[in-house]
């Protein structure tokens, strides 16, 4: 079975720059989620999706942050403009359905990560 | 106080050894646990999940306290593949997870 895909793997931008990531998650898993991992610390959600839905954005920087999954399947996360503390790794995760197709605590599978350098 | 705290660690053992690492939670209402694993530069895994009676797997024993809010993990006979850094996850009800900083293992020949 096909893991969590994600891409590119490395960006190097300048800051006030834009980027953008993709993801495509496990085939039938309905909840994707973006993370947002600083060197030495653990993951942070930035956003998750229940299908094509917005689950949690709270933690999302709304004034440069966006990310839309339009059809429920791959996702994007855009950063416009860029800032320095941007600068970490962008983990993609997907989990599979829970009880009646709602939000899932099944395990979480994470993509490889984009690692992003703001200079 | 942090919703999700560890010991950054690092914690340097010889292979062999018994390590124990602990988690405290903020988040009383909280419903679901979960030990990941990430190695050097790669995502994070699913080590186990933690239930309120305990559970084990090989050599690894995760439990809970839930009146005192903490998790444990228990690693015994150290391997030099178990060098990682270990985080705690706790997620309250149908809501998002929330992961600690992880805790990280040196385990050395």
């Known amino acids: 079975e096909a893991g969590v895909a994600q891409s590119p793997r490395y960006k190097i931008i300048e800051k006030r720059q834009s980027v953008a990531f993709w993801c495509n998650p496990i085939s039938g898993h309905a909840t994707l989620y973006w993370y947002q991992q600083i060197l030495g610390q653990g993951p942070k959600l930035l956003i998750q999706?229940?299908?094509?839905?917005?689950?949690?954005d709270s933690q999302l920087p709304k004034d440069r942050f966006s990310a839309e999954r339009l059809k429920g399947v791959d996702s994007t996360l855009k950063i416009q403009p860029a800032k320095l503390e941007d600068s970490a790794v962008y983990l993609c995760?997907?989990?599979?359905?829970?009880?009646?197709?709602?939000?899932?605590?099944?395990?979480?599978?994470f993509g490889p990560g984009t690692r992003l350098t703001v200079l | 106080r942090k919703e999700v705290e560890q010991d950054p660690g690092p914690f340097n053992v010889p292979e062999g050894a018994t390590v124990a690492f602990n988690c405290t939670y903020s988040n009383s209402a909280s419903q679901s646990f979960f030990w990941y694993r990430q190695d050097c530069r790669k995502e994070p895994k699913l080590l186990m999940s933690v239930y309120s009676s305990g559970n084990e797997d090989g050599r690894f024993t995760a439990q809970l306290n839930r009146a005192s809010q903490y998790i444990s993990l228990l690693i015994r006979d150290s391997k030099l593949s178990d060098s990682a850094t270990y985080l705690c996850v706790v997620g309250p009800g149908y809501s998002t997870l929330t992961f600690g900083k992880g805790t990280m293992l040196l385990v050395s020949p």
């Open positions: 995760a997907s989990s599979a359905p829970g009880l009646a197709g709602g939000p899932s605590y099944n395990e979480q599978f």
């Open positions: 999706f229940q299908n094509n839905g917005v689950v949690d």
